[in-house]
């Protein structure tokens, strides 16, 4: 894996985190197949501490729906923050995680809302129809002895920090030194982690209700038409209280609570 070239303060995140989770370690690499992949590894090994897994350069990154995620050239070592959280949760029901997490995210690049950082069903954190921000979200199977039914959750997490081009991609990127010209990988990702790990937290006691309306302010489909990748099309009225979309079309109302389903504003290709 090597040894990185920029200081990740590994020290000082996992400082800020462990009065939340106890035992939680940072660790930082050089490269790595994949962070989602690296955890996801661990935890069919039987290892399911909380941990979080930076990475300064990802040879097989992983999106949603099966596609792979690129990052920013090795060269630019600081070019995307590349990370996943790991931890065993229990909540009494998983729906709407997904879109907590994008709260949690667009909040902490955002915190006023000055920047258009929104969030795009289920959790892609857009700014002007521009993706800023991936979110992966895995879970293994309960490990063997444990008595609750936690499962182990892995958050994996792409940010572009600086200038990106367009190739190759579904959606356009936008990246955060458009308007923060000085911020640094590992600068943002002591501004993540910690709100991240409160907001799993949060959900995992009080579900995706505390989660809804913040939802909502950031929601970038809301009031647009739009369309599915099965081919449904209709107009966006927003994500429901267990954090399904809601689309009203020629059928009636129709809740997607898949996250096996693309959604695109209608005219924007998938
Ligand atoms: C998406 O938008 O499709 C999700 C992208 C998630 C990318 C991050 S980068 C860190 C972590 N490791 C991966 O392989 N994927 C996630």
Request: with cysteine; proline share 7%; glycine share 10%.
């Amino acid at each position: 894996m090597g040894s990185t070239t920029a200081d990740w303060f590994e020290d000082r995140i996992a400082a800020a985190v462990a009065p939340l989770l106890p035992g939680f370690t940072v660790e930082a690499v050089a490269e790595i197949d994949s962070t989602n992949t690296e955890l996801m590894r661990r935890a069919r090994a039987g290892r399911v501490e909380p941990v979080l897994l930076v990475a300064e350069h990802q040879t097989a990154g992983r999106g949603r729906l099966g596609r792979p995620w690129q990052s920013a050239p090795r060269q630019e070592a600081s070019g995307s923050l590349l990370f996943s959280l790991g931890l065993p949760l229990a909540p009494a029901d998983w729906s709407g995680l997904s879109l907590a997490v994008g709260v949690s995210v667009a909040e902490s690049l955002d915190p006023s809302g000055a920047h258009k950082v929104g969030l795009k069903w289920p959790n892609d954190v857009w700014v002007n129809d521009s993706k800023l921000v991936g979110i992966l979200i895995e879970t293994a199977l309960p490990s063997s002895g444990r008595p609750d039914a936690s499962r182990y959750l892995v958050i994996g997490i792409g940010v572009n920090i600086g200038a990106r081009d367009a190739d190759g991609m579904r959606t356009p990127p936008a990246w955060l030194r458009q308007w923060r010209p000085d911020a640094s990988a590992p600068e943002v990702l002591g501004e993540l982690a910690p709100p991240l790990v409160q907001a799993v937290l949060d959900f995992e006691a009080r579900g995706f209700a505390p989660f809804a309306e913040r939802f909502a302010a950031r929601d970038v489909l809301r009031g647009r038409e739009v369309a599915l990748s099965d081919g449904t099309t209709g107009l966006c009225e927003g994500v429901a209280w267990g954090g399904e979309l809601q689309v009203r079309t020629d059928a009636g109302l129709q809740l997607i609570s898949s996250d096996e389903v693309s959604v695109r504003p209608r005219g924007m290709a998938f």
